[in-house]
């Protein structure tokens, strides 16, 4: 079998910046790999055009072209013509693509298509109670209409679709999945009352809440530190950074307890993950957050929210716990205890790594996705 996967984004130095969805694909290509799939990631959007193989993996860099007109039509033609091209020369038996801005509208291959859901525009706008564009919401409602079989990466992902998109569609369910073994907790001491917060500086990952939260752990206890690591973004409520927003709701007393670092490489945030006592994810809006099982995997405790896809992944008192960002005393409190019973946090941090190995490792989750593919090849749509 040769699976083509269609991606904005993917984790290589040769490519433009990538994020959680890359690093989904990335995985996800690897296990399939390691079961003797032939996989080609075809990566648009592109600064320069490259064809490549590494790790068995084909890869296929499509430049980004500007047009005077419809260049959101043009666009998706032309990546139309480049992918159909390789489905026919290399026998590709279906192209998986995300449901992001629903980049397959109006494109047709002469194989089956998987529109994968790790959250669409409209999936985010309406977490975030904000109006979407028209365009947007009509190419991913396109897109999905079309594609020969839907699935989701967490049963609330797909549900809230299906109602937003008034969908009737079968939607199968098989979440991200991670290599374990590349993860381990004990590569850094780990440091007394340090909490860290990782992933973008953006509204909708909680960033707002947790200054007003990390206020309430100063004033419970005055030795704890914030690592704040991530690339900070323009807020889409108020114009200005999310990092001066953030600064701003700090009390003098907090903000002399917080380091933020700007987007640092692969490897240095495995090293800041091990160094944490706590991890504190608040979003607002996943679908599921590849930034949670890292740390999940690096036998980290957590407090996240506790919306949603959150019962999907963290077992509240067991891994972590699950807390309403808005409540900021309440979510502090779960830091305070975790940084006041580091036994206790030491053995939900295993717990942690234990349900990522269980439930969304690469080798238990490729098969899953396997048995799902090979059902679209053999009967052409589910």
Same mark, same amino acid.
């Given at each position: 079998?040769?699976?083509?996967?269609?991606?904005? *984004?993917?984790?290589?130095?040769?490519?433009? +910046? +990538?994020?959680?969805?890359?690093?989904?694909? /990335?995985?996800?290509?690897?296990?399939?790999?390691?079961?003797?799939?032939?996989?080609?990631?075809?990566?648009?959007?592109?600064?320069?055009?490259?064809?490549?193989?590494?790790?068995?993996? *084909?890869?296929?860099?499509?430049?980004?072209?500007?047009?005077?007109? &419809?260049?959101?039509?043009?666009?998706?033609?032309?990546?139309?013509?480049?992918?159909?091209?390789?489905?026919?020369?290399?026998?590709?038996?279906?192209?998986?693509?995300?449901?992001?801005?629903?980049?397959?509208?109006?494109?047709? $291959?002469?194989?089956?298509?998987?529109?994968?859901?790790?959250?669409?525009?409209?999936?985010?706008?309406?977490? *975030?109670?904000?109006?979407? /564009?028209?365009?947007?919401?009509?190419?991913?409602?396109?897109?999905?209409?079309?594609?020969?079989?839907?699935?989701?990466?967490?049963?609330?992902?797909?549900?809230?679709?299906?109602?937003?998109?008034?969908?009737?569609?079968?939607?199968?369910?098989?979440?991200?999945?991670?290599?374990?073994?590349?993860?381990?907790?004990?590569?850094?001491?780990?440091?007394?009352?340090?909490?860290?917060? $990782?992933?973008?500086?953006?509204?909708?990952?909680?960033?707002?809440?947790?200054?007003?939260?990390?206020?309430?752990?100063?004033?419970?206890?005055?030795?704890?530190?914030? $690592?704040?690591?991530? /690339?900070?973004?323009?807020?889409? &409520?108020?114009?200005?950074?999310?990092?001066?927003?953030?600064?701003?709701?700090?009390?003098?007393?907090?903000?002399?307890?917080?380091?933020?670092?700007?987007?640092?490489?692969?490897?240095?945030?495995?090293?800041?993950?091990?160094?944490?006592?706590?991890?504190?994810?608040? +979003? &607002?809006?996943?679908?599921?957050?590849?930034?949670?099982?890292?740390?999940?995997?690096?036998? /980290?405790?957590?407090?996240?929210?506790?919306?949603?896809?959150?019962?999907?992944?963290?077992?509240?008192?067991?891994?972590?716990?699950? *807390?309403?960002?808005?409540?900021?005393?309440?979510?502090?409190?779960?830091?305070?205890?975790?940084?006041?019973?580091?036994?206790?946090?030491?053995?939900?941090?295993?717990?942690?790594?234990?349900?990522?190995?269980?439930?969304?490792?690469?080798?238990?989750?490729?098969?899953?996705?396997?048995? $799902?593919?090979?059902?679209?090849?053999?009967?052409?749509?589910?």
């Amino acid at each position: 079998m040769h699976i083509g996967f269609l991606t904005p *984004e993917y984790p290589h130095s040769k490519s433009t +910046s +990538s994020g959680g969805l890359g690093t989904s694909i /990335k995985n996800l290509a690897s296990s399939l790999v390691a079961e003797n799939i032939r996989v080609s990631v075809f990566v648009y959007g592109q600064k320069t055009p490259r064809r490549f193989k590494e790790n068995d993996i *084909e890869f296929h860099f499509i430049e980004q072209r500007k047009y005077k007109f &419809f260049g959101w039509y043009l666009y998706r033609k032309y990546l139309q013509a480049y992918l159909n091209t390789a489905i026919i020369k290399n026998k590709i038996d279906l192209i998986e693509a995300p449901d992001w801005t629903g980049i397959t509208a109006f494109m047709k $291959f002469p194989c089956s298509l998987i529109i994968r859901m790790n959250g669409s525009d409209a999936y985010f706008c309406a977490l *975030e109670s904000r109006k979407q /564009k028209f365009k947007n919401r009509f190419f991913e409602n396109s897109a999905l209409k079309s594609a020969n079989a839907l699935v989701s990466v967490s049963r609330f992902t797909a549900e809230k679709s299906r109602e937003i998109f008034k969908l009737k569609e079968d939607i199968e369910v098989i979440p991200n999945s991670i290599e374990v073994n590349k993860f381990s907790g004990a590569e850094q001491v780990e440091i007394k009352n340090r909490v860290l917060y $990782f992933g973008t500086l953006i509204r909708k990952k909680g960033v707002l809440e947790l200054a007003e939260i990390f206020n309430e752990v100063i004033y419970g206890n005055s030795e704890a530190e914030l $690592f704040l690591i991530g /690339k900070d973004v323009v807020d889409i &409520f108020e114009d200005k950074s999310t990092l001066e927003l953030f600064q701003e709701r700090l009390s003098v007393e907090a903000a002399n307890q917080v380091k933020y670092f700007p987007e640092v490489s692969y490897s240095e945030i495995k090293e800041h993950i091990s160094r944490a006592a706590v991890i504190a994810l608040p +979003s &607002f809006a996943e679908a599921l957050p590849m930034t949670w099982l890292e740390a999940m995997a690096m036998e /980290k405790p957590l407090v996240t929210s506790n919306i949603g896809w959150a019962k999907e992944v963290m077992l509240n008192g067991v891994t972590g716990f699950t *807390e309403n960002p808005k409540d900021h005393k309440a979510y502090a409190e779960k830091i305070l205890y975790l940084l006041d019973n580091p036994c206790e946090a030491a053995e939900m941090g295993k717990a942690a790594r234990d349900r990522v190995k269980k439930k969304f490792s690469t080798e238990v989750v490729v098969k899953r996705n396997l048995a $799902f593919y090979k059902k679209i090849v053999e009967n052409g749509k589910i």
